[in-house]
């Protein structure tokens, strides 16, 4: 688990509110996740990114914008979310996109929109 | 299509006994097929993986399953539970190829343990 870390642990926010989600890798993988996990829900993916480039976004909407600056670090930013945006948003790393590479995952960002 | 589908969305064994969690898949190719756990406020952990080599998988703290392709079937076992198994558990399977790996989750069970 401290391979990934997340920032923040918990978050609430007003549906007005502009805010971003950390995630920091120290494992010097090349491919880092964004994905979504809520009641009751199986985990979505959200955003791929490989080698610093997004190489997939799962038809996530615009109020969610993530960025990669650099192989170690992807942020989630948020702004103006709806309450069923409410859930847990998780960040994985694995070395690469291979379909048999391990993802590793971080605690996860609880986030709560009011 | 890929998909991934855990029969049981709650399994609740008695400390001691055995744990069996199923799970079946769906892949048009030969899948990867991964089961991770979670306990509560954390994040995922890999229990194991099955990669195309030997269909017996063991993993962590006394985990394994069997990939059996006949019945597209990958079900996770234990010969007995503990307390700190209770947890969430998904069955997962990577429907990529190449460099393309992509998860698909399964719904989840919940293990629960009782003394």
């Known amino acids: 688990e401290t391979g990934v870390t997340q920032t923040p642990r918990h978050l609430v926010m007003g549906m007005t509110n502009k805010k971003s989600l950390k995630c920091e890798q120290h494992?010097?993988?090349?491919?880092m996740y964004w994905y979504k996990q809520s009641a009751k829900k199986p985990l979505e993916l959200m955003f791929v990114y490989s080698l610093e480039e997004r190489v997939e976004n799962n038809s996530v909407p615009s109020r969610f914008s993530p960025e990669c600056p650099n192989s170690s670090h992807l942020f989630l930013h948020l702004h103006t979310l709806q309450p069923e945006d409410s859930a847990l948003y998780l960040c994985?790393?694995?070395?690469?996109?291979?379909?048999?590479?391990?993802?590793?995952f971080g605690p996860g960002t609880r986030l709560l929109v009011l | 299509a890929q998909s991934v589908t855990q029969l049981d969305s709650h399994v609740s064994v008695s400390e001691g006994t055995p744990v069996l969690l199923r799970c079946n898949y769906s892949?048009?190719?030969?899948?990867?097929l991964f089961w991770y756990v979670q306990h509560p406020n954390k994040g995922l952990q890999l229990l194991l993986k099955y990669t195309s080599a030997a269909t017996l998988v063991k993993g962590i703290n006394g985990f394994e399953a069997e990939f059996k392709k006949s019945e597209t079937s990958f079900h996770l076992t234990k010969p007995s539970a503990h307390m700190s198994d209770a947890a969430e558990y998904f069955c997962?399977?990577?429907?990529?190829?190449?460099?393309?790996?992509?998860?698909?989750f399964g719904q989840g069970t919940t293990l629960q343990v009782k003394p």
């Open positions: 994985a790393s694995s070395q690469d996109r291979r379909p048999d590479e391990t993802q590793y």
């Open positions: 494992l010097g993988h090349n491919a």
């Open positions: 997962v399977v990577n429907v990529g190829w190449s460099n393309t790996g992509k998860l698909i």
């Open positions: 892949s048009s190719y030969s899948p990867s």
